[in-house]
């Protein structure tokens, strides 16, 4: 573990796992509807990677590209970098690393809806509930965090530590 972790709140194989159980429930209510399954950015990268594996069911793959955060504090205003996938009679799945205010999740739905999207739901790796700030809840959840900043698996603290393989919580000393 490095130095900088307080804690470890997954390890890798309990990752494993929870992917396996998500993919496992995506499959099941989406079979035979060929969703369009939409990773944010660059958070999403090693939990997509995974996910993709254990859905076993047409889907199509769509990145975006998104951001909200500096340093440690969500700055409430959320930014689209590139062009936004094509969603007009589709079921979309959002997927992200971990929701914590619900801004940038509850936007980016919107978006989706907006242009026209059959359905709209979001998986969700973690959920930070105690920093929710909109009323948004995810169809499919890992696990759950306390109201700490935690790195590791795609989460990322000024883009270090998304190598981690597990997710950990970020010493304070680090960003204070
Ligand atoms: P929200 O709009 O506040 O729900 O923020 C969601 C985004 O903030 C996520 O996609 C992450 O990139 C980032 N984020 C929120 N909490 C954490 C954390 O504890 N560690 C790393 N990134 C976080
Ligand atoms: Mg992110």
Known sequence: MLDCIE?????????????KKLGKEITKDYDGKDPLV???????????????????????????????YKGTESTGTIKIDGSIPDAKGRHVIIVDDILDTGRTLNAIKNVFMDNGALSVEVCVLLDKPEGRKVNIVPKY????????FVVGYGLDYEEHYRNLPYIGILKKEIYS
């Open 38 to 68: 939409i990773g944010l950015l660059k958070g999403c990268i090693p939990f997509m990677s995974d996910l993709f594996k254990n859905i076993d069911t047409e889907i199509t793959l769509g990145y975006m590209k998104v951001s909200s």
């Open 141 to 148: 959840c890992g696990g759950k965090v306390p109201n700490a």
């Open 7 to 19: 804690s470890i709140c997954f390890s890798e194989e309990e990752i494993a796992d929870i992917v």
